[in-house]
């Protein structure tokens, strides 16, 4: 059935031709106004398709980060000195990550334009060659960080001979687990380029209760395990990543899906298909090792405050990264579902989706922001009972609640130039503001202005501003809708 509509002036518009294409419809685009329309088209499909993606995603980070948060909390009941040896593997941890997970984002974009554009099979052989170049890069970063990962921790900034000793334990046995958290981060990246969320939530979740559970046993040494105190806690989060690992390949495994790994598949590494998977991934890789390198010096300038206030500033970032969730997983449906519109050579449906993505994630990032900036102290309280942690942590949370909608927006519409494809721009944006503006600031603060932690936290919501408004210009720019992915 072929029909004929007027070019959109409207997101009206937008909403019923979306719904003709999904039923499997032809479209002829000329003028209209929105008078013309059935009074009954709203946009209801729109926030259904984008829900329907972002709650599993939403869901799934959200749990994953509570049970960092658990992890962490139980760790802080060992003393203060717990909490910044686990703080110090974050960041190295995530260096060693950039290589597979900037592939992932090529992975994604393009997963996603193959399935607008209807060929199952080149998604498929994304998905392949996506896992060969996860495993390499994966096995490689593994071994540079259990080699060196004592000097990794002294770079760090360790501040005692107790904190360097369980910071290297803890990051150490990560490496062993590496590589297992590796592939599955690729499978969850392709599924939810084909719009599959859910799977990864469950898996994921099954994941975190496996990590919770062992926490209980080898932190503290209940039910007769042992006590192993920070390298209980490694452990255990090692067993919860290969338990995730093991769902999300007998998932893929299986022949009723749309991305099926299939063994007897060629596996033979793919020249184009990865020079591709790189042209789009490379700028993301630059983007985060510029964010690590910019977060690495921010964090070694907030070391050198003394164990207590890297402390709390460890805890006040690993209760923001809850809030990252919001962003993040509406990130997941601004990516997919741009990619997807953009497979159909339909922006204006990537456009309509994206409005109504940020709306959503500012609405959640309201109440998130007022819950931290109202029940700050108690949220901290949770993590460790020191005076001085708490009120510190009370203050730091005021600053975590304020950035809660800039972060929701800025994080939302770079997941849609991500799933057009449009990575360079976030990379120099990146390099601006996280890897200049955000450290320098932090220095001339702490440094010069003596404003102690407090001032750490003005450098971060001066980055955060500024890089919500770049972001905001590039994705008005409407350059992302011109990109090809051949």
């Known amino acids: 059935m072929r029909i004929h509509f007027p070019k959109f002036k409207n997101s009206a518009n937008f909403d019923l031709a979306l719904d003709l294409v999904e039923d499997g419809m032809d479209i002829e685009v000329e003028n209209i106004t929105k008078g013309n329309l059935p009074p009954h088209v709203t946009s209801k499909m729109l926030y259904t398709d984008i829900v329907k993606l972002a709650w599993p995603s939403v869901v799934e980070m959200t749990l994953t980060q509570l049970a960092s948060m658990v992890d962490l909390m139980m760790v802080g009941g060992l003393g203060a000195w717990a909490l910044s040896a686990v703080g110090l593997t974050v960041q190295p941890k995530f260096l060693l990550m950039i290589l597979f997970m900037a592939m992932n984002v ?15 099979e080149k998604a498929n052989q994304i998905m392949r ?3 060969i170049l996860t495993l390499a890069f994966s096995v490689t970063s593994s071994v540079i960080g259990y080699i060196f990962s ?9 501040p005692d001979a107790q904190t360097l000793k369980e910071g290297t334990i803890y990051l150490k046995i990560q490496m062993v687990g590496f590589t297992f958290m590796a592939l599955t981060s690729t499978i969850t990246a ?3 380029g084909v719009g599959n969320s859910r799977t990864a939530m469950i898996y994921n979740l099954m994941a975190n209760i496996v990590n919770v559970i062992f926490n209980y046993f080898l932190i503290e040494g209940n039910f007769g395990f042992p006590r192993l105190e920070v390298a209980g806690a490694s452990i255990a989060t090692v ?12 998932y893929i495994t299986k022949g009723n899906q749309y991305l099926h790994l299939r063994f007897k598949d060629s596996f033979k590494p793919d020249a184009a298909i990865m020079k591709q998977i790189f042209s789009i991934g490379f700028p993301a890789m630059v983007e985060q090792l510029l964010m690590r390198v910019g977060v690495i010096i921010y964090v070694k300038t907030i070391a050198g405050l003394g164990t207590v206030s890297y402390a709390v500033h460890q805890i006040c970032m690993n209760i923001q990264s809850l809030s990252f969730m919001n962003g993040q997983g509406f ?3 601004a990516t997919s579902l741009t990619g997807q519109s953009l497979g159909k ?3 204006d449906m990537a456009h309509a989706y994206n409005h109504r993505t940020r709306r959503l994630g500012m609405a959640v990032s309201l109440v998130i922001g007022a819950a931290f900036i109202f029940f ?3 949220i901290v309280a949770l993590y460790n009972d020191d005076p001085d942690i708490i009120s510190q942590g009370a203050r730091i949370m005021m600053f975590v609640g304020f950035t809660q909608p800039l972060q929701s927006s800025q994080f939302i519409l770079t997941g849609a130039l991500r799933g057009a494809g449009d990575t360079k721009a976030t990379a120099i944006i990146t390099f601006l503001t996280v890897l200049l503006l955000r450290p320098l600031a932090a220095i001339y603060f702490i440094n010069s202005l003596n404003l102690g932690l407090e001032g750490a936290w003005f450098a971060f919501i001066l980055d955060q501003t500024v890089r919500s408004v770049l972001v905001l210009f590039r994705y008005n720019s409407g350059t992302w809708k011109n990109i090809k992915i051949k």
């Open 331 to 333: 990130a997941v449906s």
């Open 129 to 131: 060659q996506a896992l």
């Open 376 to 378: 700050g102290k108690n």
């Open 190 to 192: 392709v599924l939810r």
């Open 150 to 158: 004592e000097k990794l921790i002294i770079f760090m900034g360790a």
């Open 106 to 120: 090529g992975a994604t974009a393009m997963v996603a334009r193959y399935k607008g554009a209807g060929e199952q």
């Open 239 to 250: 067993i919860g990543e290969l338990a995730a690992f093991v769902f999300a390949l007998l």
């Open 345 to 347: 050579n339909r922006p």
